[in-house]
């Protein structure tokens, strides 16, 4: 049975613990509000270029059709994918689950892939297993602005125009708000424009095709930096519940600390009280 001293230093530990756990759970929920408003933005822009860009891509124009889809072969046939995670980990099962669902994405392709990524966890998961990364963008943190992407999305969208790769697609936890934190991957290329209606005859000033290759770089900046923005929000929801769940969890082991403390503390005086009795009864006895 451990002593009084060890369950009182054993409770000290625990609410300490528990103190770091709450500033941890508060720091999270204040970075993912304050970022909301940025991923808001974020939303709505990205959401419009990227329609405006299907419209585009919708048009019966062979100009604008080689620019969106080059037609690959031998190295082409490849999956360029980008893998976003939290460095810091702490977030419940949410790297993994992206990282799984990543992995299988990434075995439904017979071309091979090549990884990219953006966090520790995903970048640590990936050569564990084996699996080479071409590249990875660690550095970049929650306040990450375009500018920090460009270098990704141009690596993507020189790699896709010079038929290094067939596809490019992102894998990250998708989060709006209100809504549940959802791992998915999404391709980015080629356009899908299957849902795109068609438009009705336009004049266009510069022409089309111009103006898909002047978009489409911008457009793939934004919805990477989209999908980033996504998942560091996802990141910090994430970890405020996880923080939450461990800061209720410590709490109750304090209670079952300090009970099972009263308890010893009661068997010690009851004992000492037998003790003090049996003396008593040897003196007057003798």
Not at 89 to 112: C, F, H, K, N, P
Request: hydrophobic fraction near 40%.
């Amino acid at each position: 049975m451990p002593s009084l001293r060890d369950i009182r230093s054993h409770i000290r530990s625990v609410t300490g613990i528990s103190q770091v756990i709450h500033a941890m759970e508060a720091v999270s929920s204040v970075t993912a509000h304050r970022m909301q408003e940025r991923l808001d933005n974020s939303i709505a822009y990205t959401d419009s270029a990227w329609r405006m860009l299907g419209l585009l891509a919708s048009l019966d124009d062979p100009d604008v059709t080689s620019s969106l889809a080059p037609e690959t072969s031998g190295a082409g046939d490849r999956t360029c994918l980008l893998l976003v995670t939290s460095s810091r980990g702490m977030t419940g099962g949410q790297d993994q689950s992206v990282i799984r669902v990543a992995l299988e994405y990434a075995q439904g392709l017979a071309d091979g892939v090549e990884f990219h990524t953006i966090g520790s966890q995903g970048h640590s998961a990936l050569l564990h297993r084996g699996l080479p990364v071409a590249a990875d963008w660690s550095q970049l943190s929650s306040h990450v602005q375009m500018d920090e992407i460009a270098p990704i999305s141009t690596y993507m969208l020189r790699g896709y125009r010079d038929r290094a790769f067939a596809q490019v697609a992102i894998a990250y936890t998708q989060y709006r708000d209100g809504a549940r934190l959802k791992p998915t991957v999404r391709r980015l290329l080629p356009l899908d424009v299957a849902r795109t209606p068609r438009l009705r005859q336009f004049y266009f000033e510069p022409d089309a095709a111009t103006l898909v290759d002047t978009l489409l770089p911008r457009v793939l900046q934004s919805a990477v930096h989209l999908a980033v923005l996504e998942a560091f929000s996802a990141e910090n929801v994430a970890r405020a519940v996880a923080m939450r769940s461990a800061g209720t969890n410590a709490q109750e082991l304090v209670e079952h600390l300090r009970l099972n403390y009263n308890k010893t503390r009661q068997q010690t005086i009851t004992a000492e009280m037998n003790e003090v009795s049996s003396a008593l009864s040897l003196e007057n006895g003798s």
